[in-house]
């Protein structure tokens, strides 16, 4: 077997008695429990040891292999015959063992649909007792907040209003301070991303994926220097559902003025959708910014509406301006469906975060070189997505004009 010889090669003689250790006890336990179960071979992760299971049909073959790399040893292991005839590392030579399954998740066409997982959650698991035991409840929807140590009793305020039994918690630490929220209770079943200095759709985009958020009704991706006295959270989601909205947001109160007039605060009614704004800037009262539109500080969206928004941000434009703008592109009808909750609202603290941690360039301030990126990357977020629209309205023309021909 090349994959033995290869292995021997590469592992240095003083690390041969330990691989050797490893691999007895590997395939003892792999025979206890090929025994034991009978029918598969689970993935285990025992101090440091691996044993993912490639198990097809008539494959019985364990790969055990090392986490570190430098011993990384694929060693073949014929563990476990006893049901059906070894068949070695050849399966190349048994067509039967192709599976084809075009509409499995892209990639995993191989696999038969029955052992897909293709999608994810942030619930905690225990280490131990049934997986089907380990949730007394599964939360229904989830708070992500971008945060720094800075922030921390407003954060802990804020957090207190999401219960343990309806949310799952995300929090993302842009100034890689994480031990410091140990001393919250709700802190210890929080998950805890920590990557300094990046902004909250950097976070949303890399740990926030669709699949990764799936069982989650509602996703809150909201920033740190929110006031949430005057907000139920509860009383929010009713409304929501009831008005239909699939992306939204609290109305906002602020000592300092507030941009965009849709997202001010009325004293009556539940929710709003639509505002007057200053004369010339809605050339159509259901556009932005006077309808189809909330702002990116607190947005809520519908799990559906997350999907096709997750997809829209962009990769490298990382302040996420724009995309306010932008956000009618994932429901329809939006002017309907993206709206205000005026009856459970907000404020507006404005605090400087990290705008301020940019870095001091050319005789500029720090915050001066954040400013100037987000609003060039609001530029250049218009552009594609012009430009994205004009190339494919132009191939669906060239395509009806081609059919027409025929
Ligand atoms: C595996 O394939 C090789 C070459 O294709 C062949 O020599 C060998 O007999 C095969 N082994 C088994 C167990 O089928
Ligand atoms: C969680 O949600 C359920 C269903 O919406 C609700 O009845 C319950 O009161 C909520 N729990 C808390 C702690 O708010
Ligand atoms: C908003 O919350 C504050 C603090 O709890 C409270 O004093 C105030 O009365 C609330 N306002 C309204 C309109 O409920
Ligand atoms: C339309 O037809 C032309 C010529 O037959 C071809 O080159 C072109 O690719 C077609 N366009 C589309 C969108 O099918």
């Known amino acids: 077997m090349a994959n033995r010889t290869d292995n021997t090669n590469r592992c240095s003689n003083g690390k041969k008695l330990n691989d050797g250790m490893k691999l007895l006890i590997a395939t003892f336990v792999g025979i206890i429990l090929g025994f034991f179960l009978g029918i598969s071979f689970p993935t285990l992760s025992l101090t440091k040891m691996n044993f993912p299971s490639s198990i097809l049909p008539s ?14 040893s694929e060693t073949l292991l014929n563990t476990w015959s006893s049901r059906s005839p070894l068949h070695g590392a050849n399966s190349s030579d048994a067509p039967h063992w192709k599976i084809w399954v075009p509409s499995n998740p892209r990639g995993a066409e191989m696999l038969t649909p029955g052992i897909i997982a293709a999608e994810s959650d942030y619930y905690l ?27 921390k009793v407003n954060v802990d305020a804020c957090v207190k209003k999401f219960s343990e039994e309806n949310f799952s918690i995300v929090l993302f630490h842009y100034d890689g301070r994480t031990t410091e929220w140990d001393e919250y209770e709700w802190s210890k079943r929080a998950i805890h991303v920590s990557v300094p200095k990046q ?28 006031g949430l006295e005057n907000f139920s959270v509860e009383e ?12 939204s947001q609290p109305a906002v109160e602020s000592k300092k003025k507030i941009t965009w007039e849709i997202t001010k605060r009325r004293t009556k009614g539940e929710v709003h959708k639509e505002a007057k704004e200053k004369p010339g800037r809605c050339n159509d009262p259901h556009l932005p910014p006077c309808a189809a539109f909330i702002e990116i500080m607190a947005p809520v969206f519908s799990r559906d509406a997350w999907r096709c928004v997750w997809h829209m941000l962009q990769n490298d434009l990382v302040h996420g301006w724009g995309l306010d703008f932008a956000l009618r592109k994932c429901v329809e009808p939006a002017h309907e469906k993206i709206g205000v909750v005026d009856s459970q609202w907000i404020i507006h603290q404005t605090i400087p975060s990290l705008g301020s941690q940019g ?7 720090g915050w001066q070189g954040v400013r100037d990126r987000c609003k060039r990357e609001w530029t250049m977020f218009q552009s594609r997505m012009a430009s994205s629209e004009k190339k494919y309205l132009e191939e669906i023309a060239a395509a009806s004009s081609n059919s027409t021909v025929h």
């Open 236 to 247: 929010y989601i009713r409304l929501i559902k009831k008005h239909g909205l699939e992306i």
């Open 125 to 151: 698991r225990r280490l131990w007792g049934l997986p089907e035991e380990d949730l007394p409840v599964k939360p229904k929807y989830l708070i992500a907040f971008t945060v720094g140590l800075g922030q």
């Open 59 to 72: 494959v019985d073959i364990a790969y055990v292999e090392d986490e570190t790399p430098e011993t990384s």
């Open 359 to 365: 870095e001091a360039q050319d005789g500029k301030a």
């Open 199 to 226: 902004t909250k759709w950097w976070y949303a985009k890399r740990f926030l994926h669709p699949d990764i958020v799936a069982p989650y009704d509602y996703i809150f991706i909201w920033d740190e220097d929110l």
